[in-house]
């Protein structure tokens, strides 16, 4: 058996933090995880570049049903800091979009980073270790498939359900469950929407198709690129709205910031012999806008009346479709929800009602927006656990 101050379970993004943190303070660190590398989720991250935090990083930005939980651990470790260890490394980056920081080489990058600052703080870290038991009794106890080990500080960084052919699992829910701490409603999060019957079959042969849109659910919207797919819907725009959505309507606007009635009207005025479909493949893609026009009855803008083309534009500008479900775990880049953050510290990340009981990362119940968000709550809400254990 070998005795430690803290094990933490889970190699990835905010364990990795943790043990980083704790180790610099002198801290006798252990970081199991029963895959056979480190950092799995960080080195496909971002087309394989890695999309390591957001300069805009906000707690209105995240998710939870305490919305102000965050705000601590975001606050106490910023994007500029992350920044600052990622240029100490000389690893060069840049920003793509709206604030989103990528590696100009590899993800790769990110976890040597990890590693050579867990050699420097002597953290040890020990891969393919499967967990068979936790227990707790003067100190926590953590059986393997290749030993024993316990410490003091036990932290769950294991993640939550999205992507399991990584390896993902709900480990970290079933341990703190049985630690007594409860659980939000759980669901997949940042995943594509899936359509059924005439929808479906309108969208399946634009698979492949990507435009510029605004996508909402309720009085909340975000303007980014939406994809057609096989089975419904994806990119960016639907990413973001599909953590807040549940069920009902989604309303597409497929031309935003373009008054389309009055833009429909005036080619009508200007081009009367041209098809709608040119008319519309002007400001959408071509299969897009042909698919759209076929709907319509009348070959030249000439022939159709005012009445008509207003309701092409309400639903260029307005289109409501109803999801049937979403893609799952599979495809959901994290999970929503997770252990409940009334059961939790803000300050520290402990568990309120269990000393040396840490949870942190996508286990909690904290969901950022796509494009770095949840990669700087995991090095946030881990370097925030790696000052108290």
């Excluded at 891969?127 to 080990?149: K, N, Q, Y």
């Excluded at 005012?306 to 994290?334: C, F, H, I, M, N």
């Excluded at 309120?352 to 904290?366: K, M, R, S, T």
Aim: charged share 20%.
């Amino acid at each position: 058996m070998t005795d430690h101050d803290v094990i933490i379970l889970g190699a990835g993004a905010a364990g990795l933090m943790c043990a980083i943190r704790a180790g610099q303070r002198g801290r006798r660190v252990l970081v199991l995880d029963h895959a056979p590398t480190a950092g799995a989720k960080i080195l496909i991250s971002g087309g394989g570049r890695c999309n390591f935090t957001n300069t805009g990083t906000v707690p209105e930005r995240f998710l939870s049903d305490n919305p102000h939980f965050c705000r601590s651990a975001l606050s106490g470790y910023t994007p500029a800091d992350f920044v600052a260890l990622v240029q100490r490394h000389g690893i060069a980056f840049h920003e793509k979009t709206l604030g989103q920081l990528f590696c100009d080489g590899s993800a790769r990058q990110i976890v040597a980073m990890l590693l050579a600052e867990c050699a420097a703080a002597g953290v040890d870290v020990r891969l393919g270790h499967r967990v068979v038991d936790v227990g707790r009794a003067d100190g926590f106890r953590v059986e393997t498939d290749r030993g024993t080990f316990r410490a003091g500080c036990l932290v769950l960084a294991t993640g939550g359900l999205s992507i399991p052919k990584m390896g993902a699992t709900g480990f970290a829910y079933d341990v703190a469950s049985r630690f007594g701490l409860r659980l939000t409603a759980i669901r997949p999060g940042l995943v594509p929407l899936t359509f059924d019957g005439d929808l479906l079959a309108l969208m399946r042969p634009l698979s492949g198709v990507s435009v510029d849109s605004s996508v909402r659910v309720g009085r909340l919207a975000f303007r980014e690129a939406m994809l057609f797919t096989h089975r419904g819907l994806s990119g960016p725009a639907v990413l973001q709205i599909s953590s807040y959505w549940q069920d009902g309507p989604v309303t597409l606007d497929l031309l935003p910031g373009i008054d389309a009635a009055a833009m429909l009207l005036a080619r009508k005025r200007s081009r009367p012999k041209a098809g709608l479909g040119s008319v519309l493949a002007e400001v959408l893609p071509v299969r897009l806008a042909a698919a759209l026009a076929t709907s319509v009855a009348g070959e030249r803008m000439a022939d159709l009346p005012d009445r008509v083309l207003q309701e092409v534009a309400a639903r260029l500008s307005g289109w409501l479709v109803s999801p049937s479900g979403t893609e799952g775990y599979a495809k959901a880049e994290v999970t929503r929800g997770g252990v409940d953050t009334r059961d939790l510290s803000s300050r520290t990340m402990a568990a309120n009602g269990v000393p040396g009981l840490f949870v942190i990362g996508e286990a909690v119940d904290v969901t950022g927006w796509l494009g770095g968000y949840n990669f700087q709550w995991a090095w946030a809400s881990g370097w925030c656990a790696g000052e108290a254990v």
